[in-house]
């Protein structure tokens, strides 16, 4: 019985002293972070990585989350969890951009799956915002169908209610905007209840510039300047993706606080 019971205390201690030594992941404060203005800077990898690449891209930098593409890349559900449970033995969030702006009402699904943050591209009007928070959010602040809360949350041992009140609190909503109707539209997306970040869109935003070639924001900082000063008085951020140093710098000192890097392994 002694040694049955010494055997018990030794394996509760090795759980604890794990539990105790674990990396606090960085969903539980990246929220708030983003929120209060803090310099961010995120990380593109392929959902293809291997982790042992994953591990020298996140070695090169202090970087503060993944973001992953299914819009523009090869997606699959299971390789998406694969990918997550990578990023979580980091300790790091991760971002997906979904394949299209009609997919909102995929978005419960996709976070199921793993991520810390859903990125919605081409976001041009408020119904495409409202859907977004539905599906992202549990109620009572949105409409998302129960499926558990996220792996790394599993060792709190919280209740249906207290983790949908944690997911709530901490996950991470993003709408990209793309074009010059999303661009004068930017402080009335922002102020939907839920959003967190707007991203860039350069590419599409630049056909769709060529196509108003009379419109006064006529270059891609023009753009950035007008939704840096109206979310002047938002807690929603701009991040901008920016793969060379020299531009990073330009952005940071043009006021953006978020900036999404290449991850080249």
Known sequence: ???????????????????????????????????????????????????????????????????????????????????????????????????????????????DLGPTGIEVPQVENLKTVEDAVDNFYFPQKGNRSW?????????????????ADWWNNHGILWMQIESLTAITSAHQIAAVDGVDVLSWGPADLSFNREAYPDHPLKTDDDCIRHVINSLSSSTTQLCLRSYKPETRNVYLDMGVTMILEGGFY
Request: with cysteine; aromatic share 10%.
């Open 147 to 163: 499926g558990g809360g996220p792996k790394y949350l599993s060792r709190e041992d919280l209740t249906r209610l207290e983790t």
């Open 1 to 111: 019985m002694l040694r049955l019971y010494l055997s018990n205390v030794l394996n509760l201690y090795k759980i604890l002293f794990r539990r105790t030594n674990l990396k606090k992941h960085g969903s539980y404060t990246l929220k708030n972070r983003i929120k209060t203005g803090e310099q961010i800077i995120g990380v593109s990898i392929p959902m293809t990585a291997s982790k042992d690449e994953i591990g020298r891209i996140l070695e090169k930098k202090d970087f503060d989350f993944i973001s992953t593409d299914s819009q523009h890349s090869p997606f699959s559900e299971e390789r998406l969890v694969q990918f997550c449970d990578y990023a979580n033995d980091f300790g790091f969030p991760v971002n997906l951009r979904i394949k299209n702006t009609r997919h909102t009402y995929l978005i419960g699904n996709m976070l």
